[in-house]
């Protein structure tokens, strides 16, 4: 923790480490959004706060500069909650653990919440700094982000006066996010019945384990396994080849992120046991094969469970079956941008629950009909397997504008700091700018942050230099636009 407190900027710094002592999984983020509204009534602001929870702090220009267009800093409390499968923490109570790994920050175990609390505390050490050129500023601060954007979508027309928003929540430094696709999920269900159990069997669990996962826009097109996917094959390939009863299946947590890990447990003969050992070990092989250096920590096994009563076979092979052939992956690249994903799907999270089992895809495309057009193929892939399917949600889509004057500005500012433009893109994820957008027509957008890797996962790590290198252009722009005069 010594070593964190000496990184710079160490105002923004000590904002990060401060929010990552404070609880705020996504719907549970109440106490980090009072804190954020304490940070602004010390620095002096102007602060709000509406029913959804969202904060909104407003600070004066610097003395010369009241003229300037107001520009609003945006960015979400709430973090992703996921933790390997060995690691003791509870995300309703415990402190982030978060330590430094040469240049790079990191959780032991868990997500980091850079994703994204860089935000968050960046905003906060502009609304507390002294020494910054800019004209009038706002930072907003939503709730409830990472589970359907649902703070934004509450926030009412007319709260925000901005003529431009930067979004802080992306997570390449040197990248400017001028688009991002829109999104809705699906949650597919069917109720299941249970069958006699037949005497003399053993329960175990399948566990698949040691995937790297990722965010479900931004690594769709990586190549990761979903484990969901893969337990749907390996039900598939050992329910009829050693006659096993289905008790239940789940894995993955996270709607938006691809599924690490999956179980299931099931009824075996237990003369069979070894046969089964030893084609989940075949079938491992396999995969890691298959996968090569783009999962290569994948691991099955076998081991005892608790006993409970099987699904019916019919229910059993309808369950392996949806999480076999389910849709999940890249849909369409953008016949546009070169090395955008157009459309695509994640299967995010099977659960079991009594006598019902439950899926959940989250969809995402630049394209509304593209998505709608893949939603309803979901849902006839679902009907087949004796499912129902129902669309829940859905948010817009943000369309590039490369030419904006705000784009040109910000890029302007980096090359002259850095000596290099931007990579200037579009984002196959949600951004809370497609909302806002829609909110506030003609509001300028760009979304820019410091390097973050493996976000929604136990790897996510950020870059320290980069967190630097962020700060510099967010002050630059800030100080750039307070040169202007409002209209």
């Known amino acids: 923790m010594n070593a964190l407190t000496t990184l710079e900027p160490r105002l923004l710094w000590r904002f990060f480490l401060e929010l990552s002592r404070i609880p705020r999984g996504s719907k549970h983020e109440a106490a980090a959004a009072s804190w954020v509204a304490e940070q602004a009534r010390a620095a002096g602001c102007e602060v709000e706060q509406d029913a959804a929870g969202n904060v909104l702090a407003r600070k004066r220009a610097t003395p010369g500069r009241e003229g300037a267009p107001v520009v609003a800093l945006q960015s979400h409390v709430d973090m992703v909650c996921e933790k390997n499968e060995g690691t003791v923490h509870d995300f309703a109570r415990d402190p982030i653990a978060v330590y430094l790994d040469g240049d790079q920050v990191r959780a032991r175990g868990t997500t980091l919440g850079a994703d994204d609390g860089m935000g968050v505390a960046a905003a906060l050490a502009v609304l507390a700094s002294s020494d910054l050129a800019h004209g009038p500023v706002e930072a907003l601060f939503t709730v409830d982000e990472e589970t359907g954007l649902t703070g934004a979508q509450a926030l009412r027309p007319g709260w925000l006066r ?41 329960a175990l669990r399948l566990r698949i384990v040691g995937l790297k996962g990722g965010h479900s826009g931004t690594d769709i097109a990586s190549g990761r396994a979903n484990a969901l996917r893969l337990l749907g094959q390996l039900l598939v390939a050992l329910i009829p080849a050693h006659g096993l009863e289905l008790v239940s299946a789940w894995g993955g947590n996270k709607r938006n992120a691809i599924a690490r890990e999956a179980f299931a447990v099931v009824r075996a003969d237990p003369d069979r046991r070894a046969a089964i050992g030893a084609d989940v070990a075949r079938l491992q092989l396999e995969w890691r094969a298959a996968l090569g250096r783009l999962d290569p920590g994948l691991s099955f096994s076998v081991e005892p469970a608790e006993d409970a009563a099987p699904m019916s076979a019919d229910d059993a092979l309808a369950v392996a079956g949806l999480l076999a052939a389910a849709p999940h992956g890249v849909e369409a690249m953008s016949p546009d941008l070169p090395g955008l994903v157009q459309t695509s799907t994640n299967l995010g999270i099977a659960e079991t629950r009594g006598n019902v089992v439950q899926l959940c895809f989250l969809t995402r495309s630049a394209i509304d009909a593209s998505r709608r057009a893949l939603v309803e193929r979901i849902g006839v892939a679902c009907a087949l397997a004796g499912f129902s399917a129902e669309p829940q949600g859905g948010y817009p889509g943000w369309k590039p504008e490369p030419d904006a004057p705000l784009v040109r500005l910000v890029d302007a500012v980096h090359s002259e700091r850095f000596g290099r433009p931007m990579s200037v893109r579009a984002l196959h994820a949600g951004l809370e700018c497609g909302i806002i957008g829609e909110k506030y027509p003609g509001m300028e957008m760009v979304s820019f942050g410091p390097t973050l890797t493996d976000a929604h996962t136990p790897d996510e790590r950020v870059s320290a230099p980069s967190v630097l290198t962020f700060w510099k252009l967010l002050t630059g722009v800030l100080d750039r636009i307070a040169s202007q005069r409002g209209a």
């Open 162 to 202: 901005a003529r431009y928003l930067l979004n802080l929540d992306s997570e390449q430094e040197g990248e400017l996010i001028i688009g991002c696709a829109g999104g809705g999920d699906t949650v597919a269900s069917r109720r299941v019945t249970r069958a006699p159990a037949l005497p003399g069997r053993v």
